[in-house]
Nanobody, 122 residues
């Protein structure tokens, strides 16, 4: 069992940056592929980025490459999402997920956090 708690969301102006954190509990974190997803109002939840257990393999949604960076610290049981040059269309609830499979761009994951709101004003 893995429990996930996201933090770091908030209100930011366009062009600004935020770093989301996802703290995980559970012994399987170090071997778990982790992912970040987001869901805007009225839209489906989409994958943002995925990182392998070692951090050596990372995937990003095509539209986000160059602006978002996923990373992890297995010693701290934490995965991060650094978001730069934010745009109003990045406004969404961002979710952390664990035990994700290898499919991309629609991985399936077994465990989910409660989500953190990111709002980008123009």
């Amino acid at each position: 069992q893995v429990q996930l708690v996201e933090s770091g969301g908030g209100l930011v102006q366009a062009g600004g940056s935020l770093r989301l954190s996802c703290a995980a509990s559970g012994r399987t974190f170090g071997t778990s592929t982790m992912g970040w997803f987001r869901q805007a109002p009225g839209k489906e939840r989409d994958a943002v980025a995925r990182i392998s257990w070692s951090g050596g393999s990372r995937y990003y949604a095509d539209s986000l490459k160059g602006r978002f960076t996923i990373s992890r610290d297995n010693g701290r049981n934490t995965v991060y999402l650094q978001m730069n040059n934010l745009r109003p269309e990045d406004t969404a609830v961002y979710y952390c997920a664990a035990s994700c499979d290898s499919r991309w761009p629609k991985p399936e994951c077994d465990y989910w956090g409660q989500g953190t709101q990111v709002t980008v004003s123009s």
